[in-house]
């Protein structure tokens, strides 16, 4: 079992610094990668028509199977009223049909058609095939930490509830 350093607080603090500058400069760099605007851009058009990642993530829960809009909209974590407007295009492009829920017709269910299946599970594909090729390079364990510590970072952010300039949180400054 490899044994921790001791970290005096000064270095913890000077770590942390570049360490955050290290992360929002990867961050930055990815959104604003030409390449991977072209990637996405190739990736996420279907009919001749760019989906939005919100789309792409909408396009993929329907397809594993029917889904309630109010369902979907909490496993997207959106508004059901931004469902809405996220699944509207979907149907226009034959992705996905919208039907009343005969068992409760309050409900409106979502379904993937045949082309919206194929079109999620394409993606899908390519989105693995991308994954491969860029990081064959990485030894597999590499790989593997760099999954566990993505996943980790990600966990951790929803963690934290980031406070504004005067101490509030977030959420709390919206008037």
């Keep these: 079992m490899p044994v921790e350093p001791e970290w005096s607080d000064e270095e913890s603090e000077a770590a942390f610094r570049q360490l955050g500058d290290r992360v929002i400069e990867a961050t930055q760099v990815w ?8 990637l996405q851009r190739d990736l996420y058009t279907v009919n001749g028509v760019q989906l939005s ?3 792409v993530d909408a396009l993929e829960t329907v397809a594993r199977g029917t889904v309630r809009m109010h369902e979907l909209a909490d496993g997207l974590g ?15 492009l034959g992705l ?10 309050r409900f409106v ?8 299946r194929a079109a999620a599970q394409r993606i899908m594909d390519e989105r693995r095939q991308l ?13 593997f930490l760099l999954a566990d ?13 980031h406070t504004g300039p005067h101490g509030a949180a977030a959420d709390d400054q919206k008037t």
């Design 131 to 143: 994954m491969r090729e860029v990081l064959a390079p990485m030894a597999p364990d590499r790989r």
């Design 53 to 55: 990642l919100g789309q």
């Design 31 to 38: 959104g604003r990668s030409r390449r991977r605007q072209r």
């Design 96 to 105: 996905v049909e919208r039907s009343v829920d005969e068992s409760n017709r």
């Design 78 to 92: 959106i508004d059901p009223s931004t469902a809405t407007r996220v699944v509207t295009p979907l149907v226009r």
């Design 109 to 116: 269910t979502l379904t993937a058609t045949a082309s919206g």
């Design 149 to 161: 510590l993505l996943e980790e970072y990600l966990a951790l952010m929803d963690q934290v509830e």
